[in-house]
């Protein structure tokens, strides 16, 4: 079996929606057709920037096949399968590689977060692990689910054979250096879940990011990461460091409804977000062009 | 239209599962036919005492359905119905209505914490109690979630005419006085989430009880409430305090898994829980038999 | 030995600094002289709302033994005498004692947090009252030092025979219950921190309170205990929930500049605090008045 | 006016204890004589490391008189000189310049976390940089304080003329590259507060680092900022990758009582820790020493 490489910029796309919140597959389609002129590596598909958690099962696996129609077999289609329950879990996940899925990727359940301890984790991954026909990716991302996947069950699940890597999107630096060594032996392979610490997780052993700025940044993205394959740390550096503010401002500050907005204001089709979600304010608006600008993006 | 009075217990009950982790409808019915024979006000059906997050949107509205029959119509079924979207909760809150309930309780939603700041949540909360037929409760449960409800969004939603009252499972016993004070002149209701703070949310003016303790202790806790309806301060006091350990060990120590187990040892059926939870240790079973039998439960 | 009673308000007075920031101990003596109009049981000196991480050691104890000559014999002095170091917090405790202080109150340390575990605290808190010539009180502030001072180590260290009660600051009511029911058979005393969870705490076991807001409300908060001990919840209730925002302002809100700019509205002394401590904002100042004038104190 | 740089490894050093607790000079002498063989840049003396709050600011003061006796010139002594209040921090820092320090560094007050907002925390340093005779350090280390110094507030220093730089232990990569870029026109210096990130933070634009880990291991992380600066980051990686568990075992798992049992392994004198730390238990040595014999340091 060849092994799958998560090297490169994997953006999570969005998922979007019409006025009415139904999905918007011709906009799907467009949004990726222009994506695909970007030297990117992939893509997450239904994962926390694509609202998963507001979509039902059947619409999580209509997106995936869908996208998939989009994307070239060249480019990994790495689709969230995860849920609350194990079992649930599984099912997906094997719907998802019928759906065209490459890779899972199963973000941590957390619901009874007192007792996902480091056995309940490992037990869970392990069985999706075993029972999926195509390889899985964990994923921890405590900003949403208050869970951070103790390194402890990383280092442990690296060694299966189905389980290819990590999305971390918890940014501890410390903890991704850790695992890294940890698992240097292992078949395994860690991405960075953000591009404000894309530049330190390569540093320290990381090849990868799946980040929401990928999604409209992409090409400066893939340009830090051959920056720093030849060495030159300056100028990854020069490319990071700008980077952050218009980062955060899609992720932490503005979440996907920052996200979307920015998109539109970049070509894309951004559109609404499911409720709860509210659309940006107007003055959140004017604040995002103004991060976006400030990094020379191409705002319309 | 009569108001639905919270004034009572009401377990938060578990779902029964056979060891497939199929539901296991004979039990539940079984149990609930004993639970009637207790003094108690009503249920809670697939709330997070019933691993509703690891029950198909199909499998909640069918365990109401089943459990309605169960339940005598004097007694109230309040139905959990919360989902990560307002579409989805909307839809799920009609099943409910139509599969029996009498309430639907809704947990917040919570997977983009970042974004759930009041405004979200009072719109959230308006829309579906609109589009509700049954009443509604307002549910948080920041050990799950990760989230608090906000008292300032409590207040402004407790006016709502289809929002009937609160399931505080946070136990900020200062917020639940404040919230209490300031939706005073409102039809609204406020419970306690959790055995371990009843009392006390009864001295500042929460009427009833939403415990997990209530499904093994049901009789103790509504004496503790007659005890405090009639003045009787000390009385109510002796009943709570030792209650408070073997609370924690059916909830924050040991969760869903010590509940079962719980069950199990005073004659109910309480059987497995689906994965991730994991069964408890040998260690902890006898750990949790220790606490009960110090509160005096009557141990097989 | 006669036994020391915890019953009753008493309340942790700021240290009056002159505009230079020196101690103003003319305005100290005004302000005891009008609390002791006040059916008060004592006071709390050189505590949080003493700024007494911002005086010097010797400020520490001058303070109190200031305090001592404009306190009657027949009401309690308790001096805020906690350090990091256990060394030096045996050292400041006899200080104060021959300074004139009745009890000791003892701050966590809480510098090094991670090693804070029970063995450290139970061995720093013996140590302390093994030395100490006055009967000392723990006191458990996790807003302040980020540290909650565990339920085993209290309950531990309530057999110790100089140390006769705990002034809990963190508030959660289901905790103080279990810490009540587990010390019922020692010599030891509960107080609340804070009068926003007054009732609540009276409830489940304790006896007095050392309330921020005992310094502007003390009179109501008398009340409130008079109501409780004689059985009249409702009537207690009545007092305590709309205290409730009042007492947020003057602690969590606002802080101690806020319960200094309240006593200045209420004929007090209150006056600058110390940098890094920052005086109210002008807009501050008139919510705090609304609030205030909202619960009907006597604002000039 | 020379410029100072903190560029290279400063090792907070442990105060050495007598077992009556009492400073042991001797040691600080003969430690600091062994130090001076490593290629270290400087010390941080009387920092957390240094237990310096459960020293008097009498001994504060004496302990960097006498380390400045034994510290050549050319390597830069930084004293710690924060205390909770403005005054009291200018005035040890004056104290610390006349007892020779280099260089001033000032931990964050924070035992009134809730009000050390951007503006209070502006005014503190402001001040005491006003005051100082010698250029001053920020010092931002929430593991200890429970306060993280907002990178809006370190920003604005940044352009003070004297305050230099910030020691970050909080360890949030996209917060120190975010701070790196936008103090990148002023002249001040971002040191890793630990060696766990400290490769991670060297990439966005540190230049230091403040590590517990250099006490014992100093030789190792300046061969890890040689290959750094040299464009070497493989060889960078593969120093600092196994040093990440060491670097725990001496700070956040073990802390300070780890640092000196290390130390007493490797040849320095660690000693005892004043109480309330307690000294590591014997099974705690035992997995000390193994972590220290995996990473190759010379354990007699």
């Known amino acids: 079996m060849s092994r799958i490489s998560l090297s490169g910029i994997f953006p999570p796309i969005p998922t979007p929606f019409k006025a009415d919140e139904g999905i918007d597959y011709k906009h799907l389609q467009s949004n990726l057709d222009r994506w695909n002129q970007e030297p990117l590596a992939g893509y997450v598909v239904g994962g926390s920037n694509g609202e998963f958690v507001f979509l039902t099962v059947e619409e999580r696996v209509e997106v995936v096949r869908a996208a998939r129609q989009a994307i070239p077999r060249d480019r990994l289609l790495i689709a969230g399968s995860g849920m609350e329950s194990t079992r649930e879990t599984i099912d997906l996940t094997r719907r998802m590689a019928q759906a065209g899925a490459d890779v899972a990727i199963l973000v941590t359940p957390s619901y009874y977060k007192s007792r ?19 390889p899985v990716m964990l994923y921890s991302v405590p900003a949403n689910t208050g869970l951070d ?12 054979p189905n389980i290819i890597g990590l999305k971390d999107s918890g940014g501890d630096i410390t903890k991704i250096g850790f695992m890294a060594q940890e698992t240097r032996n292992a078949d395994f392979q860690i991405v960075a ?3 404000g610490f894309f530049l330190a997780a390569l540093g320290v052993g990381a090849v990868g990011c799946v980040p929401a700025l990928g999604n409209i ?41 920052g996200l979307k907005a920015a998109m539109d204001m970049l070509g894309y089709y951004g559109g609404p977000v499911r409720s709860p979600l509210l659309p940006l304010s107007e003055a959140d608006i004017v604040e995002l062009r103004r991060v976006l600008i400030k990094v020379g993006l191409p705002i319309h």
Chains 1, 2, 3, 4 share one sequence.
């Open 149 to 160: 996947l103790p390194a402890q069950a990383v280092i442990a699940l690296a060694t299966h």
């Open 116 to 134: 996902m301890n480091v056995a309940a984790l490992e037990h869970h991954y392990s069985q999706v692990a075993d029972a999926s026909p195509i």
């Open 193 to 195: 879940g953000s591009a």
């Open 217 to 257: 940044a992409g090409g400066k993205l893939a340009q830090l990461l051959e920056c720093f394959k030849r060495g030159d740390i300056a100028g990854a550096r020069a490319i990071q460091l700008p980077l952050i503010e218009a980062n955060t401002a899609v992720t932490a500050r503005f979440g996907v409804p």
